[in-house]
């Protein structure tokens, strides 16, 4: 699949959304990409995650042990990549401002992991990810998401294997454009919220 064929596929489900949202990292955007509104749908996600596990396929030769994603975001697409490649998938999730494994989710001293995102903008939830999967005992060997709002440009420590990238511009809160400025902005992610 292109980035525009992805696109097309978040358009299709009216995930594809334009604003002025807040963003997980806390920039601001005119566009966001609901991806919840993919994920309702098995067979969109599905799709999506059948054609970025043949890129994993590629990428990596060899597959890993174990998926781990990120909740919230991460726990739909891990799972359903994990069926794909036939592994097994856990998720961590958010202790006192921590990702920790819970739910008697265990990694072995060793173990490969393959640490899957629905949406990179800055690569901070994947790098939290991944240390923490880390200080459990697991080797990181990629990292893996459905589409990469930073084009390329994400750091996250390991590999990043994206379906679809593409550089949408995002603004520091204090340094809008005209276009946003003068706009309400909207939150509708997860992180953060009690």
């Known amino acids: 699949m292109t980035t525009e064929d992805v696109l097309d596929v978040f358009r299709e ?6 604003g002025h949202f807040i963003l ?3 920039r601001r955007s005119a566009l966001f990409m609901q991806k919840a509104l993919i994920f309702k749908n098995p067979v969109l996600t599905a799709k999506l995650c059948a054609a970025l596990a043949d ?6 030769g060899d597959l890993p042990d174990v998926i781990i994603a990120p909740a919230m975001g991460g726990v739909i697409p891990g799972y359903e990549m994990a069926r794909q490649l036939g592994l097994e998938s856990m ?3 958010r202790e006192n401002g921590t990702f920790v494994l819970r739910r008697g989710f265990e990694l072995k001293q060793g173990q490969t992991v393959l640490m899957v995102e629905d949406i990179v903008t800055t690569g901070l939830s994947s790098r939290e990810t991944i240390k923490a999967i ?3 005992g697991g080797n990181v060997v990629a990292g893996c998401c459905i589409f990469d709002r930073s084009g390329g ?3 996250i ?3 990043l294997i994206s379906l679809a990238a593409k550089r949408f511009p995002d603004f520091d809160p204090n340094d809008l454009p005209p276009e946003l400025a003068g706009t309400p902005a909207y939150k509708p992610g ?3 919220l009690k």
């Open 13 to 18: 489900a009216g995930a594809l959304l334009e």
């Open 24 to 26: 997980s990292s806390g």
């Open 55 to 60: 890129k994993v396929r590629a990428r990596l």
């Open 91 to 93: 998720f961590m999730e």
């Open 134 to 136: 880390t200080e459990a």
């Open 153 to 155: 440009e994400a750091d």
């Open 157 to 159: 420590g390991v590999p």
């Open 190 to 192: 997860s992180r953060g």
